[in-house]
């Protein structure tokens, strides 16, 4: 019996839920880890454990026969992601939950500015617009002035600058590489790159520490899968609002498991972010254009 297509967006939007489940559990369990492991040991942790899940991708790799440039690409992106992926850590242990998923959200507007600068894609103004929302609504999250900024909202800025690059790299590689080689060459190249960043620092890390940092690799992984079931189930335009819950996850798993009170211009700012992702993503729904903007978790861990 052939599947109901009618059934499909109902099935994109589950997947997404649980998506947006697995990335608030990759933050909660961050968090849960602290700052006695440095933020570069911690990540590398997580992408060494999270080798095993390699496996299956070692042999679409071998027989991709890589050219010089497109190596070149891979380990750029690798760079870039490395850079990323210790901000994030490093934020996530000092910010609230709440405030590292909403400044996350900054990913996918930095692609947008990222393509029409590198990719050639047009920078029309109601796009131009949707950026400036998005800034501001970064600022309403931060409010330089009205109060103290942690060197963990300092991180997330460019957190997000350097997961936008490396997804733009994704874009071109994706184009002449299969998605196992793709995602493969990240894991590689972001393990080989925060290797020495986390030699520099190492800290003997507990077996309660591993064990919750192969969590962080698990449900990493599964949440890129299931955003992948979800994108082959349903349009961008479908899977992208339901993305977005992951603020609401991370400000109820922030006020239950950390204590950390909600804080309304936070949410405020989160929303007016969220509004104006869901508008480039519309628009380029509307244009029949290929898909830039990501969704919401693809630049992530």
């Known amino acids: 019996m052939t599947e109901n297509p009618a059934h499909r967006p109902v099935i994109g939007i589950f997947w997404m839920l649980v998506t947006g489940l697995c990335f608030v559990a990759v933050t909660a369990l961050v968090k849960l880890v602290g700052i006695r492991i440095p933020a570069a040991e911690a990540a590398f942790l997580r992408y060494a454990l999270g080798l095993v899940f390699l496996l299956p991708m070692i042999g679409p790799i071998r027989r991709a026969r890589l050219t010089r440039r497109q190596l070149g690409l891979f380990g750029l992106r690798g760079v870039l992601h490395t850079g990323g992926v210790i901000l994030w850590f490093f934020a996530m242990a000092r910010i609230p ?48 002035g009205f109060r103290e900024l942690d060197m963990g909202h300092i991180a997330m800025l460019f957190t997000a600058v350097f997961f936008a690059g490396g997804y733009l790299l994704a874009k071109v590689l994706s184009d002449e590489a299969s998605p196992a080689v793709v995602v493969g060459m990240l894991s590689i190249t972001v393990t080989i790159g925060l290797a020495p960043a986390a030699a520099a620092v190492w800290v ?98």
């Open 204 to 301: 003997t890390p507990t077996p309660w520490e591993l064990g919750v940092l192969f969590l962080v690799a698990c449900f990493a992984t599964a949440g890129h899968y299931t955003m992948t079931m979800a994108f082959a189930a349903a349009p961008v335009t479908v899977t992208q609002p339901v993305s977005f819950l992951q603020l609401v996850w991370a400000v109820l798993l922030g006020l239950v498991l950390f204590n950390e009170a909600p804080d309304i211009w936070v949410i405020v700012g989160g929303l007016v972010i969220i509004g104006a992702i869901s508008f480039i993503t519309w628009r380029e729904a509307v244009l029949n254009r290929r898909q830039i903007t990501p969704l919401v978790g693809q630049t992530k861990l």
């Open 97 to 144: 939950l709440a405030e590292v998923t909403a400044m996350n959200y900054l990913a996918p507007v930095y692609v947008t500015v990222g393509a029409a600068l590198f990719l050639g894609e047009k920078l029309a103004l109601r796009r131009i617009m949707a950026v400036v929302v998005a800034l501001i609504g970064t600022a309403i999250i931060l409010r330089p």
